[in-house]
């Protein structure tokens, strides 16, 4: 099962792993969100990350359509679920 990062839902794989402040990986986060113990936009809104993620989905050339609309209407929901916008 894939772990996906507590606050952008990104799958997290061992190449995107964000880190915790004494440089060990984080299996929580992903290198976008969270480095060194540290959020990298830590006054980032819900709803600013929901249009980033958005607009992730649509940016991603490998996605095929149908899969990006439903990636695009599940993902406010798959958000609230993650541990940082619990």
Known sequence: ????????????????QGS?????????????????????????????????GIAGIRADQTTGKMKQWFLIKSYPMMLKKMRRWA
């Open 1 to 16: 099962m894939e772990k996906f990062c507590q606050s952008c839902g990104m799958p997290v794989t061992a190449q995107n």
């Open 20 to 52: 915790e402040q004494d440089g060990t990986k984080s299996n929580q986060y992903c290198q976008l969100c969270y480095v060194d113990g540290q959020w990298t936009e830590p006054t980032i809104t819900f709803e600013q990350m929901l249009e980033k």
